[in-house]
């Protein structure tokens, strides 16, 4: 099956773009979304999470405290490479599971760290990276999450440049702050084309 990985800085708009993907017949496979689940009430990952960095970061249901995660490990670079280690090798597992049972016309990869991991290039045929200025990444996750914006600039410089991101890219959405969604519903029907041929 034709693999192509999506990925895109915090905010950049990687979900609305999946999503299209989705509707149009790919099979969508997302590892923020898995990692979301592993550390949802009774998820795989929230005892080693209770283990490793104690139950004050679980709160009342039993979920991972994620304001409190994201404190914490984007200001201690080596707290968050203990979180990767136990949260890589879960999300690994499911994405190869999710990947077996495949049934679109192809499959894409939305991992928001794609370039940063490193193993990733391998294991895609295509890179697609979506693209918006910085300014628009803290506008879209503010506006969202409501997430401070000092920490959304930490996670940000935890991520590859802007720059870097474009440089690996095979192919390029632009999602700017003037990019309407029906402008970005075009520029994804075109690449879902050409991807499509390639599967
Ligand atoms: P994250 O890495 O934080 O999960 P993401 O890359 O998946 O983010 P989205 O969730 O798709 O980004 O988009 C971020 C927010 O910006 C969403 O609320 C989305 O609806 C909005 N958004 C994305 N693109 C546009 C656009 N062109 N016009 C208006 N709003 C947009």
Not at 149 to 160: C, D, H, L, N, S
């Amino acid at each position: 099956m034709f693999k192509l990985g999506l990925t895109g800085g915090i905010g950049s708009g990687k979900t609305h773009v999946a999503n299209l993907l989705a509707s149009w017949g790919a099979t969508v496979i997302d590892t923020d979304l898995i990692a979301h689940q592993l550390t949802a009430p009774g998820g795989s990952a929230i005892d080693a999470i209770r283990e490793s960095f104690g139950p004050e970061l679980i709160d009342m249901n039993g979920a991972l405290d994620r304001a409190r995660m994201r404190e914490l490990v984007f200001s201690d670079a080596s707290r968050r490479a203990q979180l990767e280690g136990i949260l890589h090798p879960r999300i690994a597992q499911e994405v190869l599971r999710q990947a077996q049972e495949a049934t679109g016309i192809y499959a894409v990869f939305v991992v928001p760290l794609l370039i940063e991991s490193g193993r990733w290039r391998d294991r895609i045929d295509r890179l697609c990276v979506v693209d918006c200025e910085e300014e628009t990444q803290i506008a879209r996750v503010q506006a969202r999450s409501g997430i401070p914006a000092e920490t959304i600039r930490r996670i940000m410089a935890a991520q590859v440049s802007r720059g870097e991101r474009l440089a690996a890219a095979d192919d390029i959405i632009s999602n700017m702050a003037n990019t309407s969604l029906s402008d970005l519903e075009k520029q994804v029907l075109v690449l879902h084309k050409a991807w499509c041929n390639l599967a």
